[in-house]
C-alpha cells in the first residue's frame, strides 16, 4: 500500500524507488581516496613479508598435520578428512597466489626487482607463469564481466585462460601465456615469458 492508504502499481513502485537512488554518489573517487589515511598506501618490506612467511608456515603444518594424522585415522574419517584438508590447504596457498599477483602490481614493495622476484618465486611454486600473468593481466583488470570472469575463472577458466587465452584480449592470431612469441607479449617481455616458463617446470 502507499501513502494515504492506496495500493501502488508495480511502475508506481519502481518509480518510486528510483527516485530515492541517487544517480552519482555525493563523492568521487578522489575524494574516497584523501579520506583514506596515507599510511594505509605505503608498501611495507616487513608487512608484506611477514605474510609470505606467515603463510608458509601454516602451507607448512597444515601439511605435517595431514600427513602425519590423516593416515592413522580409520577409512570412513580419513575420507572427510583428506578434502578437508585440501580445502583448507587451498585457502592458504591462493593467499601466497594473491600476494604473488599483488607483486606484479607492485603493491608488495617499493622495489620493484623484489616484487618480480618474490612473485616470480611464489607463482612458480603454484604452477602459473608470473610474467605471463602480470603482462597479460594488466589488461583484464577492468569492471566488466568481474563477477563472470571470477566464476569461470574458479572452474576451468584459469588453466583455459593461461593456455588459450580464451577470456583475455583477442589477437590475429592464436595467444597462449607459455608462448613468449605470442601476440599477447611486447618483444621486451619474451625473455621473462620465457624465465617464467622455464620457473614453473
Known amino acids: 500500500m502507499g501513502a494515504g492508504g492506496r495500493m501502488l502499481d508495480s ?8 527516485k530515492r537512488v541517487p544517480i552519482d554518489p555525493p563523492f568521487s573517487l578522489s575524494d574516497l581516496k584523501k579520506a583514506i589515511p596515507a599510511h594505509c598506501f605505503e608498501r ?15 602451507t607448512y603444518v597444515f601439511y605435517f598435520l595431514a600427513n602425519t594424522y590423516i593416515p592413522l585415522l580409520p577409512a570412513p ?20 597466489w594473491v600476494i604473488g599477483h599483488e607483486c606484479g602490481h607492485h603493491a608488495f614493495s617499493e622495489y620493484q626487482w623484489l616484487d618480480d622476484t618474490v612473485g616470480f618465486i611464489l607463482h612458480s611454486a603454484l604452477f602459473t607463469p608470473y610474467f605471463s ?4 593481466h594488466r589488461i583484464l583488470n ?3 564481466g568481474r563477477v563472470f570472469t571470477l ?12 593456455l588459450t587465452n580464451v577470456s583475455g584480449k583477442k589477437y590475429e592470431r592464436f595467444a597462449n601465456h607459455f608462448d613468449p612469441l605470442s601476440p ?18
Open 142 to 144: 577492468n569492471p566488466p
Open 44 to 58: 611495507s618490506v616487513i608487512r608484506s613479508s611477514y605474510y609470505v612467511v606467515h603463510d608458509l608456515i601454516v
Open 133 to 136: 600473468w602480470k603482462y597479460s
Open 77 to 96: 574419517l580419513a575420507y572427510i578428512a583428506w578434502p578437508v584438508y585440501w580445502f583448507c590447504q587451498a585457502s592458504i596457498l591462493t593467499g601466497l
Open 184 to 201: 599477447i607479449f611486447t618483444k621486451r617481455e619474451r625473455i621473462q615469458v620465457l624465465l617464467s616458463d622455464l620457473g614453473i617446470l
Open 151 to 162: 566464476v569461470f575463472r574458479l572452474t576451468l577458466g584459469f588453466p583455459l585462460y593461461l
Open 11 to 18: 511502475s508506481d513502485q519502481a518509480k518510486d524507488i528510483l
